[in-house]
């Protein structure tokens, strides 16, 4: 059965986005060439530019892919939650998890597109939208749950949003240098505790700190 031009271009884009994901988490962003992206996707450099508009916009694209498979997959959980701890530890490991099971690739690529969106007028735009985008949903979807659950949290949803992207990427920074130093834990408690979800009392400390990551 010969394939629509639809269908062909979706495949194309597939590809492109595969084979980024596999470039860039294992050599970085900027170590990596358009032409190596195509070469390795067995497409065009053109196809690449038709589809994306060139590195930064199917970085952007891979991100997206990565970022909505997880948040579909935490939505659809955390409605079925009376406290949704599990709910953060989730978060926590989708973007904490080793390289190969792509979690701690998106932290680093999300870090390079950062200081690449803050360094280029043009770009940052599109960054800021992506990052309003993201606290947009994390902030909706723990208001759906609060009004679910009938929980009342302390924050409007944007600004909700905001803590938790703001904690998660925190934290998952140190964690990526020093994992001893931020377990999951300890991440975990603190978003339930600035969500008024949880007394801020000690977090149970179920694995040992080093001394010299102690401050």
Sequence with gaps: MRRTQEQRKT??????IDAAAELFARKGFHAVSAEAV???ADRTTGALYSHFDGKEGLLLALLEVWKQRTVEKLTA??????????????????????????????L????????????????????????AEIRGQ????????????????????EETGALVLGL???????????????PEELFVHALSATLGLRKPAAYPRTKTTPKEARP
Excluded: K, N
């Design 138 to 157: 994390l902030g909706e979807g723990l208001a759906d749950w609060a009004e679910a659950t009938g929980t009342e949290l302390p924050y409007e949803p």
């Design 77 to 106: 959980e955390i409605h079925q939650l009376p406290d949704p701890a599990p709910h953060f530890a989730a978060m926590w490991e989708a973007i904490t998890a080793p390289a190969e099971d792509r979690g701690e690739a998106w």
């Design 11 to 16: 495949e194309t884009r597939a590809r492109l």
């Design 168 to 182: 998660l990427l925190g934290c998952a920074l140190q964690h990526r240098l020093a994992p001893e130093s931020v």
């Design 108 to 131: 680093l690529l999300e870090i390079e597109l950062w200081q690449h969106g803050a360094r280029d007028p043009v770009f940052g735009p599109l960054i800021t939208r992506r990052f």
């Design 38 to 40: 195509a070469d390795a």
